[in-house]
């Protein structure tokens, strides 16, 4: 069984920073990427950043030069430092992985997802 834990959301000014944490945790065999995605209300859930195991990283293009994503392989850990935040920024966000667990065959899991307001 598999377990992503995202935490750090809250409520934030605009132009204010804050750092999401995702730590996958269980049977994992092996993982390719992992990522960040989000949601606003009565929208689709659109690509934030992902990354992979061997660094190569993708940005949405309306976070470019705002979000850095960064990993750990050894604690399969993926972290979203969001600065220079904006209201429209406001949206649950969910962490992705895409790996393999043992017995299993490759597949995405998602976190619970964790909360992101900006708003003065």
């Known amino acids: 069984q598999v377990q992503l834990v995202e935490s750090g959301g809250g409520l934030v000014q605009p132009g204010g920073s804050l750092r999401l944490s995702c730590a996958a945790s269980?049977?994992?065999?092996?993982?390719?990427?992992m990522g960040w995605y989000r949601q606003a209300p009565g929208k689709q859930r659109e690509l934030v950043a992902t990354i992979t195991t061997g660094g190569s990283t993708n940005y949405a293009d309306s976070v470019k030069g705002r979000f850095s994503i960064s990993g750990d392989n050894a604690k399969n850990t993926v972290y979203l430092q969001m600065n220079t935040l904006k209201p429209e920024d406001t949206a649950a966000y969910y962490c992705?992985?895409?790996?393999?667990?043992?017995?299993?065959?490759?597949?995405?899991?998602w976190g619970q997802g964790t909360q992101v307001t900006v708003s003065s």
């Open positions: 992705n992985a895409y790996l393999r667990a043992y017995g299993s065959s490759w597949r995405d899991y």
């Open positions: 269980g049977t994992i065999s092996s993982i390719n990427n």
